[in-house]
């Protein structure tokens, strides 16, 4: 029996996806990433993609602590 293995290829979003996503200009974006801030990238060659689910945990992480 032949049984083909199916993976789901991740949702990958693009600087100007994810910076809309998190509601962000894609300036802040940038100089958040560029100084360590932001959600890890995927690079794939000289471009970055982001995980929603990076996203969304960096996201919680801004929350402000009372």
Known sequence: MDE???????????????AEWCRISVGTLNHLRIHGRFAPAV????????????????LEAQKERV
């Open 43 to 58: 690079r794939v060659g000289k471009r970055c993609f982001w995980m929603p689910q990076d996203l969304l945990a960096w």
């Open 4 to 18: 083909t293995v199916r993976v789901q290829a991740p949702v990958l979003l693009n600087v100007d996806e994810a």
